[in-house]
């Protein structure tokens, strides 16, 4: 089994220089997706973010994307510049 590194969002804010908000009312949901980039142990409200799949997913689309460096892939098939 793979260990995963757990985050909540102030600390996955930090680790991507983006506001908490943001990723609370922009990215989560619409780029990063439950069950993918993060979970809710035990059923409950709190949310954790899986950094493996996030950072995999943000380089993937940086290496991968005409648009380059810095572009989160989104669940349409976009991309947020940040």
């Known amino acids: 089994m793979i260990a995963q590194t ?3 969002t102030d600390e996955l804010s930090l680790k ?3 506001d908490a908000r943001t990723i609370r009312e ?3 949901d619409s780029v990063l997706l439950e069950g993918i980039h993060y979970v809710r142990p035990f059923g409950g ?3 954790l973010f899986l950094w ?3 950072e995999r997913d943000m380089k ?3 290496l991968t ?3 380059g460096m810095g572009a989160i892939p989104m669940a349409n098939g ?3 510049h940040g």
């Open 6 to 8: 757990y985050l909540t």
């Open 52 to 54: 493996e799949q996030i």
């Open 26 to 28: 922009r990215l989560k």
């Open 78 to 80: 976009g991309v947020l």
């Open 60 to 62: 993937l689309t940086s």
């Open 45 to 47: 409200r709190k949310i």
């Open 65 to 67: 994307h005409p648009m």
């Open 16 to 18: 991507i220089k983006y």
